[in-house]
């Protein structure tokens, strides 16, 4: 069982700049896929970033392209970087964890998830 925990969430300005971690244990995480979602409200929780903790490959959605950055920082954390916020960015922010070696954007196909943290960027 791999349990992750976040951290890092906040409130910032539009433009403004945010870091969430997430730190896994529990197992072996060297075939890890770990990667974020993130839920607004009213909306579905959907795909933001991920990556192979054993390849290091990233896969990330269009909307946040070019201004987010998931990186491995240990054997068993990842972090998210989220420069250029926009207060379409507000949401729950969850990490997630599957074994494998795709990086897959469909939720259902992971089967760790984390308790969320709030990012909230104001106009």
């Known amino acids: 069982q791999v349990l992750l925990v976040e951290s890092g969430g906040g409130q910032v300005q539009d433009g403004g700049v945010l870091r969430l971690s997430c730190k896994a244990s529990?197992?072996?995480?060297?075939?890890?896929?770990m990667g974020w979602f993130r839920q607004a409200p009213g909306k579905e929780r959907e795909f933001v970033a991920a990556i192979s903790l054993l390849y290091g490959n990233t896969n990330y959605a269009d909307s946040v392209k070019d201004r987010f950055t998931i990186s491995k920082d240990s054997a068993n954390t990842v972090s998210l970087q989220m420069n250029s916020l926009k207060p379409e960015d507000t949401a729950v922010y969850y990490c997630?964890?599957?074994?494998?070696?795709?990086?897959?954007?469909?939720?259902?196909?992971?089967?760790?998830w984390g308790q969320g943290t709030q990012v909230t960027v104001s106009s």
């Open positions: 529990g197992g072996l995480f060297t075939s890890l896929i």
């Open positions: 997630a964890a599957r074994r494998g070696s795709t990086l897959y954007t469909n939720e259902v196909t992971y089967d760790y």
